[in-house]
């Protein structure tokens, strides 16, 4: 990934808001650039900002929440975070936030926000806080662990790595390179390499327990269980011919009895009808009522309407009277304040002109009251600031001789010491120049040491790489020996084993005393094989034939033999084996031993290569620092002369500096003196003028505004005087308010009157409608209502009824005469129900009596059943356990067979995970790991003394492959010494510590 842009905003001591353009062209030109600044001042900020915006947290606070929020500013309310940024699936745009409530510095703080989103589109891609931290992840290929090794270099942990012992640099160097996946694997192998072992032993212990038939045992058993198959079918057939004949009898009981009980409920059914009888006449004639209903509804329904329209026609007569008088009381009422109206109007209209008049005098003489009180106002203040101006000039006259005097002086020193006005533009050359003829002495005197100690250092190196050259000689015949003694105890091994892997042999070994077990067992039940006798089945497996009755056990002593010799094998191809490992162990270490001898020699042959390139380069650099000494010196010399200066010695130069840095301090600070005077002079004569044109302007101004004031102040009581003569001394706005309410209140009165007078009209009116309507209404209803009553008598003779009041008497409700509808279709319906089943019933029992199934007797045939079904559960006892030992006999065949086979691949598996155990693996993980960081760290040293040597060629680490995790440093500037990392200075360890970095 690479970071293209950031922003940010009050963020530790960077408070407000800042932009970072990593694309500009400063940043691409070289490539690399440095950020630089005093403690404090937001270098590290800058990183953090980097780090909160894409992770929401930084490498030194690790928890910023709702709760806690050190980075923000103090005393301010808000603080983000914002990078752009560019990687393989296309550019993204990271930002964090987070607030107090209100932006208030004292508010509490809120949720913090983090989003991700396209740079080119603004699409938002997530907001949730660990899904942002995901797709961070997913975009880049980096977690924050990752991001701060790799992309922010951790340079303050290679600091505390320099600082350490041995024992604590391997937890740092695990974090630093990410190694801590090497302690992880060591486990792992040594854990799998228990686990396989315990499953191996399981195994074991699992097959030594599990017993099984012979062939003979298992044929006789399925022979046996064969008869007794056959035995429970013709079993079975018998109890189902019997169980039938049982159900015949049974059913045809039950028909019997089902005849009986229907006759019992026909007899019961007849009685009820009997005794419906009558109420089944009364439902007739109801039946024949309702019929009528719809007709003697419409009646009844006219009747009440005719005399419900008759009492309100009564009532609606003896109420007009009343309406005729009130309306007449409204109409003298409505016509009273008509006139009173009429007279407040004509009052309201008398009034305006007068009102209207006074209005406009009294604005007018508001508004002169207004503009006398400015003018006296102005007046004052004008007469204060001409008093103020008149001090204020005074003053300045004075400031401005003082000025004049100390001028003259200033501009006396400067002619007389003009000759160091040079000093100005050519001091920092002289300075420069001085400073650098002091390193070139130092630089020609630190060459010329440097160059002897190389050379008394470059005489060792070659004594060591002939001695490292000695040692990987001798390291490659002992591991040529080795070799050769490993191939002989291997080829020993193949020939004792004749080509089969040594499981073969523990398998045959094990089927041996399997076999040895059985026979020992049979030897022992000699008393149990007297009592045996051909053809009866053996109490304990059930066999009829008995090959071992007789004594003839097989001998077990060829058993022994076998077993005896393959003991013996195996133990020498153990031997062997464990020979062999040892001799490949021993091989292993003299390999390693091997390269750690070509890696001392590879080393000594870099640094000898290295130091004689070292040495002819200080010598080139001692001619050179000589040169520029002696054209640095000329150079000095040229300049000073200038100054009276002509003599320069190594000693004197500071000297001299402090001697011409004091006549340009001097000249300086009285060359800023008359530039300060000369404007301060330049600054009075300006106001000098000023405050004179300020004071004539303000004295005019004072004459002119007494003048207005006067004059204001007459029109004003003019204006006074004429509104009294108009309108005294009312209040226009009160007299309108009082007539405005005087009428309002007249035309509210007449209103009332008025609503009164209408809504008496309309109720009258109303009330002779509604008279004319129900009179018409009666006259119509009395014909109608006779020719209802002559059709409903007319009605009820065709029905059978003599009048109205016998209609009446045979009426019911509709739920009554469903109620008895309802009994009398159920009774009909039980009855033929009933006929219906009895006829069924015969004709089936004739049908059974037809089959004559059995002669024999019900109770002699459940007796047969019982005795039937006991002999069945007998046989299906003895089936079932023969079945399942013959079933329990295969299943341990089979899993003697499976389990030899897991026992053979469980051993390859633990023999694998032994010889990885015995390299890598331990409970703690330190031996892998150890020889991993080992590894890692002799190629970070090699790189980084790459960077090392682009930025200085005095230092050189050096890794002791003896301690794995130790590092020195050889300074080529004192002689090639070998030093620690513990005494190195803070300067010496920022350059490691970044070379380090640089390197990872």
Request: glycine share 4%; with cysteine.
């Amino acid at each position: 990934m690479k970071i293209l842009e950031l922003r940010f905003k009050n963020l530790n001591s960077l408070q407000g808001e800042w932009k970072i353009d990593f694309m500009a062209p400063e940043y691409i030109a070289d490539g690399i650039f440095a950020m630089t600044g005093p403690t404090g001042s937001g270098k590290s900020t800058i990183l953090d900002a980097i780090c909160l915006a894409l992770y929401g947290r930084t490498p030194r606070l690790k928890n910023i929440s709702q709760s806690s929020n050190e980075i923000m500013s103090r005393q301010t309310g808000e603080c983000f975070a914002e990078v752009l940024f560019e990687c393989q699936s296309g550019r993204f745009r990271c930002h964090w936030s987070q607030h107090r409530a209100r932006r208030n510095p004292d508010g509490n703080l809120a949720a913090a926000a983090h989003e991700i989103s396209e740079a080119s589109s603004g699409k938002v891609l997530e907001t949730r806080r660990l899904q942002v931290l995901d797709l961070v992840e997913k975009m880049t290929g980096m977690d924050f662990n990752r991001f701060t090794r790799s992309v922010m270099l951790a340079q303050g942990d290679f600091a505390a790595f320099l600082q350490s012992n041995a024992r604590d640099r391997a937890p740092i160097l695990e974090q630093i390179t990410g190694t801590d996946i090497y302690s992880q694997i060591s486990i792992k192998v040594f854990e799998r390499h228990n686990e396989e072992n315990n499953r191996l032993e399981q195994l074991n212990a699992a097959v030594s327990g599990i017993m099984f038939m012979s062939e003979e045992e298992e044929n006789q058993t399925s022979e046996f269980l064969a008869q007794k198959q056959n035995s429970s079918q013709e079993l079975s057939k018998s109890n189902a011919e019997n169980t039938a004949a049982i159900k015949w009898l049974t059913g045809i009981d039950s028909l019997r009895t089902e005849i009986a009980r229907l006759l019992s409920e026909s007899a019961t059914i007849d009685q009820q009808i009997e005794a419906f009888s009558t109420t089944r006449s009364a439902l007739k004639r109801a039946d024949q009522a309702a019929e009528l209903d719809g007709d003697f509804a419409a009646l009844s329904t006219t009747r009440q309407q005719q005399a419900s329209d008759q009492n309100q026609l009564q009532t609606c007569q003896q109420g007009l009277p009343e309406l005729e008088k009130a309306l007449n009381v409204t109409a003298d009422q409505l016509r009273a304040r008509e006139q009173a109206t009429a007279g407040s109007k004509a009052a309201r209209q008398s009034e305006a002109p007068l009102l209207l008049q006074a209005r406009a005098l009294d604005l007018r003489a508001g508004e002169l009251q207004k503009l006398v009180k400015e003018s006296d106002n102005e007046l004052q203040k004008s007469e204060k600031q001409l008093a103020a101006n008149r001090e204020n000039l005074a003053a300045a006259e004075k400031a401005n001789s003082t000025a004049q005097a100390e001028l003259a002086a200033v501009n006396s020193w400067l002619v007389a010491n003009a000759g160091d006005e040079k000093l100005v533009s050519e001091f920092s050359a002289i300075s420069a120049q001085t400073s650098n003829l002091a390193a070139f002495f130092k630089d020609r005197n630190a060459a010329e040491n440097a160059v002897k100690d190389g050379e008394k250092q470059q005489i060792k190196l070659v004594k060591d790489c002939q001695a490292r050259d000695k040692e990987l000689q001798a390291a490659n015949k002992e591991y040529e020996a080795a070799q050769q003694e490993t191939g002989k105890v291997a080829e020993k091994l193949q020939k004792l084993l004749e080509g089969l892997p040594l499981s073969e042999y523990h398998a045959r070994r094990e089927a041996l005393l399997e076999k040895k077990y059985l026979l020992e067992k049979i030897a022992s039940l000699e008393e149990e094989r007297k009592i045996l006798q051909d053809g009866h089945p053996c109490p304990l497996c059930g066999a009829t034939e008995h090959p071992y009755a007789a004594g003839n056990v097989p001998a077990i002593k060829e058993s022994d033999k076998e077993i005896k010799r393959l003991a013996k094998l195996i133990k020498n191809a153990e031997t062997l084996e464990t020979q062999l490992k040892e001799m490949r162990d021993k091989e292993v270490a003299i390999m390693q031993k091997r390269s750690e001898a070509e890696g001392k020699l590879t080393i000594a042959a870099h640094e000898n290569a290295m130091h004689e390139k070292s040495v002819g380069q200080l010598a080139k650099e001692r001619e050179k620092t000589a040169r520029r000494a002696e054209e640095a010196k000329a150079s000095a010399l040229k300049n000073l002369g200038e100054y009276g200066i002509t003599e320069l010695t190594e000693g004197d130069a500071e000297e001299i500096l402090s001697a011409l840095r004091a006549r340009l301090a001097k000249w300086q600070q009285q060359q800023n003196s008359r530039n300060e005077i000369e404007t301060r002079l330049h600054k009075q004569n300006a106001e000098l003028q000023n405050f004179a044109g300020i004071s004539k302007t303000l004295e005019e101004s004072v004459a002119a505004k007494k003048n207005e004031l006067a004059a204001r102040q007459k029109n004003h009581q003019l204006l006074l005087t004429e509104r009294k003569q108009i309108f005294g001394d009312k209040n226009p706005d009160a007299e309108e308010a009082r007539l405005d309410k005087q009428l309002s209140l007249a035309e509210q009165t007449e209103k009332q009157a008025r609503e009164q007078h209408e809504q008496a009209g309309k109720g009258l009116n109303h009330l002779k409608s509604q008279i004319q309507t129900l009179a018409d209404s009666i006259d119509k209803r009395i014909q109608q209502l006779a020719g209802l009553e002559k059709g409903f008598a007319l009605n009820l003779a065709r029905k059978g009824f003599a009048d109205e009041r016998d209609f009446a008497a045979c009426r019911m409700s509709a739920d009554q005469r469903n109620q008895l509808k309802n009994r009398a279709d159920e009774l009909d319906r039980k009855k033929t129900e009933i006929i219906a089943r009895k006829s069924d019933r015969e004709r089936v029992l004739t049908d059974e009596l037809a089959k004559n199934t059995t002669e024999s007797c019900l109770d002699a045939l459940k007796q047969t059943q019982i005795e039937l079904e006991a002999a069945l559960k007998s046989l299906g006892e003895e089936i079932g356990a023969l079945r399942q030992k013959l079933l329990d006999n295969t299943r341990a065949k089979e899993l003697i067979k499976s389990k030899k086979a897991a026992i053979d691949s469980q051993r390859t598996e633990c023999h694998k995970w032994k010889i990885l155990n015995d390299l890598i693996g331990s409970s703690d993980g330190n031996k892998y790991r150890k020889f991993a960081q080992g590894i890692t760290f002799e190629m970070l040293v090699e790189l980084a003394n790459n960077q090392l040597h682009d930025m200085t060629d005095r230092y050189i680490l050096l890794h002791d492959r003896e301690n794995p995790l130790e590092l020195q440093v050889i300074d080529t500037w004192q002689s090639s010494r070998i030093r620690s990392t513990q005494n190195l200075s803070g300067g010496e360890s920022f350059i490691v510590s970044l070379a380090l970095a640089l390197g990872l």
